[in-house]
């Protein structure tokens, strides 16, 4: 197989990934919650992220391991392919569908590849230039945002560092954000924010928190991933259930330190969430208190600043139990590298796809063959 063609394939298994881990997640959730389980927004975007990671490194693992002495070992794990799971099922009399039919879907997965990787046919020549226009214009947009991030740092004034965080002030931002560099991490507040120690505690505490989850890494990563994932709603999905996760996540941990500063944040919210709301300049790729920007279905992303006030005005949630954090977690990724093993091509021709194979050649000998009959010549 050609380098484009293990190209195709990689990315095709990559977004059936996406789709079966966004499957997988939610019917976790749904299960916990018809079970009175709370899950806390902090263990769903745990796992949310455990979901995004097994999806984009299960077909690396898989290709490990098909190089160590393991793989031979999982005889029977090695030798399962979905598309010999649906030729069984169609042998065994399971699927109302004739054998062209049959094979047409069995062969989609391989035909994609294909016109992907062949890009000299139309087919795959109109999706590859497809790709690549969304790629270019997507990516495009982020290195400008990357660029605007860049000129609003180097205008900003340096206000107080500790280790390699740097607070930072400026007159041009409407709502603090937290980003980061290879070596440095910046929190920026609106330099108006200085005559309310209240809201600039709020702030630092709470883009603090953004920081020290990992939540700038994680939103650079979807960023970076959506010029190649952008026609994928699964991907989108995961992307918008990110960051409102990581917003009420974080509204957690900024009130599990100070409880009783339950309606001085909501204020705060409501405050500063609006200023970034009336605020004309577009959402910047970094963890903002209050994004936005809007989504390619023309709708706000991450959370409304009332849907954030009414999750605070809830109950606590108690923590989730680690034993329970890790069986879900090893559901989801066994779930996630299985499907990677059913829906790689099989490396070898079967029992299943040659007796398919047979069937669909008498189907076609059959049709092409003349009707045997007499031809009646009538003269007048």
């Not at 507040?189 to 005559?195: E, G, I, S, T, V």
Request: hydrophobic share 50%.
């Amino acid at each position: 197989m050609s380098a484009a063609g293990i190209l195709a394939n990689a990315y095709i298994d990559l977004n059936i990934l996406l789709a079966v881990a966004l499957v997988v997640w939610l019917a976790i959730n749904r299960a916990l919650t018809a079970l009175g389980v709370p899950a806390p927004p902090s263990f769903r975007l745990k796992l949310l992220r455990l979901g995004v990671l097994a999806a984009l490194l299960a077909p690396l693992a898989l290709s490990l391991l098909a190089q160590t002495a393991l793989w031979p070992a999982a005889g029977l794990l090695s030798s399962v392919s979905l598309t010999d799971y649906v030729i069984a099922q169609y042998l065994q009399g399971r699927l109302g569908l004739g054998p062209s039919e049959v094979e047409a879907l069995v062969t989609l997965r391989q035909r994609l590849g294909s016109s992907l990787g062949a890009a000299d046919a139309w087919p795959g020549a109109v999706v590859v230039l497809a790709l690549g226009l969304g790629f270019v214009a997507l990516g495009g947009r982020f290195l400008r945002r990357v660029l605007a991030l860049r000129r609003v740092l180097a205008q900003c004034h340096r206000w107080r560092r500790s280790g390699r965080l740097h607070l930072l002030l400026s007159d041009s931002v409407a709502v603090p954000f937290a980003t980061r560099s290879f070596g440095r991490k910046y929190i920026v507040l609106p330099a108006a924010m200085l005559c309310d120690r209240r809201d600039l505690a709020f702030s630092i505490a709470h883009e603090g928190r953004h920081l020290r989850n990992g939540d700038v890494e994680w939103e650079i990563l979807f960023e970076g991933l959506t010029p190649l994932l952008f026609w994928n709603p699964a991907f989108l999905i995961w992307k918008a259930q990110a960051r409102r996760l990581r917003e009420l996540a974080c509204d957690r941990d900024v009130l599990a330190h100070r409880p009783a500063a339950l309606k001085d944040y909501c204020e705060f919210l409501l405050r500063v969430g609006g200023r970034g709301v009336r605020a004309a300049r577009p959402a910047l790729p970094a963890a903002a208190l209050a994004p936005v920007g809007r989504s390619v279905l023309g709708r706000r992303t991450g959370l409304t600043l009332r849907q954030r006030v009414v999750a605070l005005l809830d109950p606590c949630e108690p923590r989730q139990r680690r034993s329970l954090s890790l069986c879900c977690g090893c559901l989801l990724a066994a779930s996630v590298l299985l499907s990677a093993v059913w829906v790689r091509q099989p490396a070898t021709v079967s029992t299943e796809r040659l007796h398919l194979a047979t069937i669909v050649i008498l189907e076609r000998m059959t049709e092409n063959r003349p009707e045997r009959g007499y031809n009646l010549v009538m003269g007048y």
